[in-house]
Structures are given as structure tokens and as C-alpha cells.
Nanobody
Framework: QVQLEESGGGLVQAGGSLRLSCAAS????????MGWFRQAPGKEREFVAR????????NYADSVKGRFTISRDNAKSTLYLQMASLKPEDTAVYYC?????????????????WGQGTQVTVSS
């Protein structure tokens, strides 16, 4: 019943920007911390960013800190990832996820609900 649906991916040149969205349904969105993960070709899925249930706390992977911004609109049950200064190494499938386990870890095992993913390709 829970659905997380990403959108906004696409092809962009290095240095450009994209805004990803994740529309949630089937869960009480405002009670979950939410995160973004990504998986590049031939690589493991890795943590990108997390936001607390009320948006009051965020954290980011070192590789994206200062370039990406995670936000949420609880009234719309929507999660966002604003990506700027994109690099070819940002190329990956980006996944929206809901955190279902309490704890400070941002390992993917802490997230029980996942979207299908949206492709982001950054050309050089």
C-alpha cells in the first residue's frame, strides 16, 4: 500500500541543476524521517541525504554536502532533493526512502520503504 514515487530526473550538463521530487502515499508521511539514496552503475546503493520528520534536522553525505539540499512539504506529502553544481560522478539512479528504524545510522537497512528510482545523468 505504501508508495514512494520519484520524479524530476533527467540529463543535465556538468555544473547544472536538477530538482527531484518524491510523492508519498499509503503512510503518515509526517511521522517518518525521509532520505535520498543513489546507485551508480556497478556500485552499491549509497546514502545521499536525510531529513527529520518535521524538517528540523538534515544531514548529507560528504560527497554532496554544500551542493544538494533536502527538504520536505508535509502538507503535500512530498520530499525534495535540490541538486546544484552537478558532476559526472553524481550520475546514478536516485531513490526516495522512508526511515522505518530508530537510530542515528543512515545505512540503507534503516529504511523500509523505497521508491522505484529516477535516473540522473550528468554529462561532461
Amino acid at each position: 500500500q505504501v508508495q514512494l514515487e520519484e520524479s524530476g530526473g533527467g540529463l543535465v550538463q556538468a555544473g547544472g541543476s536538477l530538482r527531484l521530487s518524491c510523492a508519498a502515499s499509503g503512510l503518515t508521511f509526517s511521522t517518518y524521517a525521509m532520505g535520498w539514496f543513489r546507485q551508480a552503475p556497478g556500485k552499491e546503493r549509497e546514502f545521499v541525504a536525510r531529513i527529520s520528520w518535521n524538517g528540523g534536522s538534515t544531514n548529507y553525505a560528504d560527497s554532496v554536502k554544500g551542493r544538494f539540499t533536502i527538504s520536505r512539504d508535509n502538507a503535500k506529502s512530498t520530499l525534495y532533493l535540490q541538486m546544484a553544481s552537478l558532476k559526472p560522478e553524481d550520475t546514478a539512479v536516485y531513490y526516495c526512502a522512508a526511515k522505518t528504524t530508530y537510530g542515528s545510522s543512515n545505512s540503507r537497512e534503516m529504511y523500509g520503504y523505497w521508491g522505484q528510482g529516477t535516473q540522473v545523468t550528468v554529462s561532461s
